[in-house]
């Protein structure tokens, strides 16, 4: 296999296609001017990139509650995938080495939030994880898969056994379950018939048609913010409610069921270095599998075809971009 490399004289004027959201509802692929590269930096040119249809289609829609970095115009993704084409002088990582970038912010005016859809990134060494061969488009989904190992590694949290939601972050985060020593297969509610199935040895069902009220942890991912009051209403005493979704709206609740209950409700937030490199392992060993979760792919050049769909149809769990032809 040959890897191109980038020309060290023309570190200065690089540029790259990149999904560009202009305003809320304008999307569209445009060539930008990267920042040149110093020392410490890497210039990696993007094979695959995954659409967010959580946090992605919140800016799309213009909804995203007020946000560090939050303004337009903006380039989106968090979850690129690609190879490194150049490596500053003090950089760990080399040339030809496949990686995985939670996104850059090389993009000059334009912000970069999270600015991993473009077809070549400029970013700092550690920004990027160095991930096997075989893996491939897959890799785009660790930054989903680190943040549902990041909902479950909190010292003091149970393992859930009810997660709401059946996308792609509830089937990583049920498939992380069953790897915890001693954990019994989580029950998964989901409201949408096509995405029922796909399940890995664990239930998935129409809350209606489940009525334990005794549930211990729910894991919810659904990114409801009115589902406080029915979730509370499943806990058993001292439960736990984990919010791992992304809300746009204010949360609230019904004061006395919690009270009665001494429900206890945490937040997960973004995830850390260590989730990240916790996934990356299990993925190494063979134990987390990441097939069946990437349903639909679109040449980058379709972008804003491909967001339409990734965000308007239920049958997609995850759509990537495929940039290899679009440097």
Not at 84 to 103: I, L, N, S
Not at 138 to 167: E, F, K, N, W, Y
Not at 243 to 268: D, K, N, V
Request: aromatic share 6%; glycine share 10%; proline share 8%.
């Amino acid at each position: 296999m040959s890897t191109p490399t980038a020309d060290p004289d023309d570190m200065h004027s690089l540029t790259a296609l990149a999904v560009v959201v202009e305003a809320p509802e304008h999307l569209s692929l445009n060539r930008v001017a990267l920042t040149p590269p110093g020392e410490d930096d890497l210039v990696v040119d993007v094979e695959w990139s995954g659409i967010s249809t959580g946090t992605e289609r919140l800016l799309f829609t213009g909804r995203m509650p007020p946000f560090p970095g939050l303004g337009y115009p903006l380039i989106p993704g968090y979850e690129s995938v690609g190879r490194v084409v150049h490596a500053g002088t003090r950089c760990q990582r080399r040339v030809g080495e496949r990686v995985f970038v939670p996104g850059a912010r090389c993009f000059g005016e334009l912000r970069g939030l999270f600015g991993g859809a473009a077809s070549r990134l400029v970013v700092p060494d550690p920004r990027a994880t160095p991930i096997d061969e075989d893996v491939g488009e897959r890799g785009v989904l660790l930054a989903l898969a680190a943040t549902a190992q990041h909902a479950l590694a909190d010292p003091h949290s149970t393992t859930p056994d009810l997660i709401v939601g059946h996308g792609v972050l509830g089937r990583l985060l049920a498939r992380l379950t069953l790897l915890r020593d001693g954990a019994a297969p989580p029950v998964v509610w989901e409201r949408n018939p096509q995405r029922m199935g796909g399940a890995q040895g664990y239930r998935v069902v129409h809350p209606d048609q489940d009525e334990r009220r005794d549930y211990r942890a729910i894991y919810d991912v659904s990114g409801d913010a009115g589902c406080l009051d029915d979730l509370i209403g499943r806990l058993g005493h001292g439960g736990e409610i984990v919010l791992a979704g992304f809300y746009p709206q204010s949360l609230r609740f019904t004061y006395p069921p919690a009270f009665m209950r001494e429900a206890r409700i945490r937040i997960a937030a973004e995830w850390r270095e260590p989730d990240l490199l916790a996934v990356r392992r299990l993925l190494d060993a063979g134990s987390l599998d990441l097939d069946g979760l990437i349903t639909h792919r679109s040449d980058a050049h379709q972008a804003p075809a491909a967001y339409r769909t990734a965000f308007d149809d239920p049958s997609c769990l995850k759509m990537i971009l495929d940039w290899r032809s679009n440097s």
